[in-house]
Nanobody
Framework: QVQLVESGGGLVQAGGSLRLSCTAS????????MAWFRQAPGKDRDFVSVISWSGAITKYADSVKGRFTISRANAKNTVYLQMNSLKPEDTAVYYC???????????????WGQGTQVTVSS
């Protein structure tokens, strides 16, 4: 397993942008698929995006397609989530996760960060 630390959350107005970062410890970061999930108050944790270890495969939830972009820099042990055209419904705690394959199921990921709050005001 790896230890993951998210950063970059905050308060932004609707239509604005944020870039989340997730930095991992350890030398095996480049072998993991990395994903972002989010959880709004009173709701289940939802898949947002995933990227394979090489970056060749990316997947997005329908609700964020065309607005969010996932990328990774293996040399920096970091995965990013660029969020544009933010909407109030994007408000949630965002978690990054590491796992062996690029799926959309949270149960496939064994390592999780502590989360970072994103709040989008209308």
């Amino acid at each position: 397993q790896v230890q993951l630390v998210e950063s970059g959350g905050g308060l932004v107005q609707a239509g604005g942008s944020l870039r989340l970062s997730c930095t991992a410890s350890g030398r095996t970061f480049g072998t993991y698929s990395m994903a972002w999930f989010r959880q709004a108050p009173g709701k289940d944790r939802d898949f947002v995006s995933v990227i394979s270890w090489s970056g060749a495969i990316t997947k997005y939830a329908d609700s964020v397609k065309g607005r969010f972009t996932i990328s990774r820099a293996n040399a920096k042990n970091t995965v990013y989530l660029q969020m544009n055209s933010l909407k109030p419904e994007d408000t949630a705690v965002y978690y990054c996760a590491a796992g062996p394959i690029a799926t959309m199921k949270g149960s496939d990921f064994g390592s999780w960060g502590q989360g970072t709050q994103v709040t989008v005001s209308s």
